[in-house]
């Protein structure tokens, strides 16, 4: 277990840049963006300061507390999205560190270094896989709630200079404390989901000899391109519009957070007004009735036989 | 004394190139060999695949174990030094460290850390900051610190300036080697490991050319300079090579008896580059 726990530390080492550097400056973009516009807004350029498309500097004046809380309310609802940037990014950092995993260390020939110290196959790249299921998001979801609570902060900070204090709705609203948890509660569902993605790009990168990139995607795509050609010509009655979403999809998009809500075409309303919580709530159940339907476990299934045949791959391939 | 390596009919080919050509081989405890051959003669490929980096036909056993299935169990007792620099360019000199310590159960840190000092290495610099031969001496450091019983060097000098090269062989000799631990190197730079060895193996086309002790060598091997009045009898035993120095015929022998030779001129253990030159002959024909 201890080399395991060096393992992870290597890829740490390794991959620092796109799993620590990447979501840290995107968060502190996201933040400075926000930051400015609220001085820009706040220093009475354009027409005011808007949240929400709510014009602040003419509700101030007329709010009711209740309006504030509503006005809360819906801001709370948007913040929960507010770090969806540094979770697409998580998803191209993995996308690439897992094309590159086992292809790398075979480009420079430091896979000759690896293979001369006593670590397994299946510990090597059972460390990438958790690393890029369970280090890396989690390291995504820390920076991206800390991202998430000073933006929240600037913006309460924003409304009380325009006049509106929804500092004490935001503060009180359990959503803003919920909200981070219930993010946190979806990484097993995504660590399960992404399993295909991971095991095809581990396979890809333990076998091709150059370009995995090209390999990864031409494949799945070429083939996708034949089936919809051969229907279109022939008229079997196959459904390729399913091979696409299942079978293409699962494989390439499956790294990217949530994307199993496109999948099932049930994004909740923005506007539901039954309030952040239930808004959020909404997501996280979805994600966890994936459970229940057999689209999760194949894909996990699918995606742990492609993991084992990248170990026996990296076993059998000859250094040249 | 129980063999360290023992290959029997070992092969591998590359499609229809024979690389290694169903060698037997018997490597014992506490020798030092050296594997020499030209180019493209298999030594690498035969390393690889005592080292489990490569699928083969035969048998081989490396410390008991088949390398193929238990590479990861046999690399405790294994170390190697591939034949270019190969550590990754991320890394630092202090995680390289701290990584090896982690992993390998028979790595010193001190010892490592002692290597180190004699170089410019310094701990937060990363591979890609280095020379060539920087990385050769952070790869050596790593791996002269393990305490294994099979250690591989293919080509461990290369790119390493000659100073440092003869302190490497020394430190080989003198502070890491033991009867407990066999070394198996190769080099083109023969007359540098020369001293060291106590076996040798020649190796060409895939096939043992030669695979002797030192003092057999010393035994079968003579080297003659024949003057001029003596260089028809001499030929007629048949030297295997024959060769001109300040017009005087040098002339080396396979086998025949000392004594024999000492009546045609004067007599000396010839070295090992002479001796592949001639064994090797017709290589690049």
Known sequence: ?320 | MSAVISARGLTKRYGKVVAVDHIDLDIPSGRIVGLIGPNGSGKTTALKTILGLAPFEGELSVLGMDPRLHRDALMEQVCFIADVAILPRWLRVQDAIDFVAGVHPKFNRVKAEQNLASTKLKPTMRVKEMSKGMIVQLHLALVMAIDAKLLVLDEPTLGLDILYRKQFYQHLLEDYFDQNKTIIVTTHQVEEIEHILTDLIFIRDGKLALTATMDEIGRRFCEVMVPAANTDVARQLNPIDERQVFGKAVMLFDGVPRPVLEALGEVRTPGIADLFVATMKGTYV
């Open chain 1, 1 to 320: 277990m201890n080399t395991f726990k060096w393992l992870l530390q290597r890829e740490y080492w390794e991959h620092k840049g796109a799993f620590f550097w990447a979501p840290l400056v995107v968060g502190a973009l996201m933040t400075a963006f926000i930051t400015i516009s609220m001085v820009i807004a706040l220093s009475g350029a354009g027409d005011g300061l808007r949240i929400n498309g709510v014009n602040i500097a003419k509700l101030a004046a007329a709010m009711t507390p209740e309006q504030a809380s509503a006005f809360a309310e819906k801001f709370i609802f948007s913040y929960a999205g507010i770090t969806m940037p540094i979770f697409i990014v998580l998803g191209i950092c993995i996308f690439f560190f897992c094309l590159g995993a086992l292809f790398d260390e075979r480009r420079d020939r430091s896979v000759l270094f690896w293979k001369s110290l006593p670590i397994s196959d299946n510990a090597t790249v059972l460390s990438k896989v958790v690393f890029a299921i369970g280090i890396a998001p989690v390291m995504a979801f820390v920076i991206a709630t800390v991202t998430s609570l000073i933006i929240v902060l600037v913006v309460c900070v924003a409304a009380a200079a325009a006049g509106v204090n929804i500092f004490g709705s935001v503060m009180t609203n359990p959503a803003t404390y919920v909200a981070p948890l219930q993010i946190a509660a979806i990484l097993p569902i995504y660590a399960m989901w992404a399993l295909p993605t991971i095991g095809w790009l581990l396979m890809v990168s333990a076998w091709a000899r150059t370009k995995p990139l090209l390999w990864a995607v031409a494949v799945p795509v070429m083939a996708g391109i034949m089936m919809s050609w051969a229907e279109r010509l022939l008229s079997l009655g196959v459904d390729v519009a399913w091979f696409w979403k299942n079978i293409i999809g699962r494989l390439l998009g499956s790294v990217f957070p949530g994307a199993w809500l496109s999948v099932d075409k049930r994004m909740p309303e923005s506007d539901s007004g039954s309030g952040a919580l239930t808004a959020f709530s909404e997501v996280l159940q979805q994600s966890w009735q994936l459970l229940a339907g057999a689209n999760l476990w194949l894909g996990a299934a699918a995606g742990a036989a492609m993991i084992y045949v990248a170990i026996r791959l990296r076993g059998w391939r000859d250094e040249g």
